[in-house]
């Protein structure tokens, strides 16, 4: 399995370059934003090839550990997470302290964009809840940031996209699975380079009003790329070793199943 999701990794990595290429060298209009797009489509075509499985399938070991999203009974449960109240104070306090963590963003040493660690909070969040809870963290973090604590810039709803984006990664990967550091690193890998490099240089071209393809690709490669390949593996390291400390905790009280925590292991 994890042969295979390397395997198709490798095989998305090459096909959204070549296509960004292509895109590129006929000039079409908008390339960039096509050239997203299509990496987007090409990651939902690859996930499905790689794990082997039909939508429809009933892949789950029992009724708190599947082994793939695409069922049914997956997305009912992480829906009907929302519907308890203690639930929603748990993820109201997760995203209280995603706030507050970025009141703490340390330079990262790659133009203004931080480094803070708000995503340990958004992994705790959607690792607990699962996806649709990870979108809805994503989303009031994103915004009440804006108010709570402005920069200056005006609001642009790409970052809420984004941060709902990682939200809805982390939830896919985390709930209600087998995790080991492997998928953790997945995971991260899909936020940095996909969501903050690429997107994020496409939001912050529109912010910064970028008037041509070279200027996102020296911002892209010089600074975005960079700073997330840089804390890739130290993010993801600290990511799942919070996780391992966490889960004897929410066993005892009451957040996580006994059967996902022993689940929960380095490969």
């Not at 639930?87 to 706030?99: E, G, W």
């Not at 993801?236 to 009280?253: D, E, M, N, P, Y």
Request: with cysteine; aromatic share 18%; hydrophobic share 55%.
């Amino acid at each position: 399995m994890k042969n295979r999701i390397l395997i198709s990794l490798i095989f998305f990595i090459l096909g959204y370059f070549l296509l960004f290429t292509i895109l590129y060298l006929t000039k079409i209009n908008y390339y960039y934003l096509w050239s997203l797009i299509g990496g987007f489509s090409l990651l939902i075509i690859t996930i499905p090839i790689t794990l082997k499985i039909k939508i429809n399938d009933i892949n789950y070991d029992n009724s708190e550990v599947f082994k793939t999203c695409f069922h049914k009974s997956y997305w009912l449960k992480s829906f009907n997470e929302l519907k308890k109240i203690k639930n929603l104070v748990m993820i109201s306090a997760l995203i209280a302290l995603m706030l507050l963590s970025k009141l703490i963003t340390l330079p990262s040493g790659f133009g203004l964009l931080g480094l803070s660690f708000s995503y340990i909070f958004l992994g705790l969040g959607a690792l607990l809840y699962g996806p649709i809870a990870g979108l809805l963290m994503g989303f009031l973090s994103d915004n009440l940031e804006f108010v709570l604590f402005p920069t200056g810039f005006p609001y642009f709803i790409g970052y809420s996209i984004s941060s709902m984006l990682a939200g809805f990664i982390c939830g896919i990967l985390f709930y209600k699975t087998k995790l080991s550091f492997f998928k953790v690193f997945i995971s991260r890998f899909l936020i940095n380079i996909l969501i903050n490099a690429i997107l994020g240089t496409f939001w912050y071209g529109i912010v910064a009003n970028y008037t041509n393809f070279n200027m996102y690709l020296d911002h892209f490669l010089i600074i975005a790329l960079p700073k997330n390949l840089v804390y890739l593996i130290p993010q993801s390291i600290l990511l799942f070793l919070i996780i391992k400390a966490l889960s004897r905790v929410f066993v005892s009280i009451n957040l996580m199943n006994l059967e996902i925590k022993e689940n929960i292991k380095l490969f």
